[in-house]
């Protein structure tokens, strides 16, 4: 699964094998790096909550993803995903896919796509036409969030925001 990342627990693992195989180096400042595990771990930690209160009301919406790099993220914070659009970005999902989708999105309470602005909106909407469906865009390359030292934080904030940019007004 190339989306590992995006569940917060699995970027956990990740960091904790990088500060591993960073301590490894000679003239590693070992002190630092463990500073800097811990506080990413009491940051994400405290993120990790406060998105699961932010995210309670979604709870009812009847989330579908373009493609499946936001399972990962609905699985961890028990969001309810429905439906993925297509199986693999890069090629066109086919017509008894668009169909069975299609007809999710009909017997959905409160749809909601997840659109990812890497790819034709265009597509998208020419298959939910007719159908009372709510867009929220997110990123999963995270390309408008600097490269810093909360910037996961952030990405993770991002996707919750997207999430509830769903919830009716």
Known sequence: DPHIWVDP???????REIHHQLSELEGADQDQLDRNL????????????QIRTKLEPAHRLSLFAYH????????HYGLELEGVLTLNPELT????HIAEVQGQLRKAGHACLLTEPQFNRQWWQSI????????S?????????????DGYIE????????????LPE
Request: glycine share 4%; net charge negative.
């Open 38 to 49: 811990e506080n990413f771990e009491e940051s994400l930690k405290a993120t990790e909550q």
């Open 155 to 166: 990405f993770q904030n991002s996707i919750a925001d997207s999430v509830l940019g769903c």
């Open 68 to 75: 499946s790099a936001f399972v990962r993220f609905a699985e």
């Open 93 to 96: 999902p086919g017509a008894r």
């Open 128 to 135: 939910t036409r007719g159908l009372d469906v709510t867009f």
């Open 137 to 149: 865009t997110w990123d999963p390359l995270a390309t408008d969030i600097p490269v810093s030292r």
């Open 9 to 15: 627990l699995l970027a956990l693992d990740m960091a």
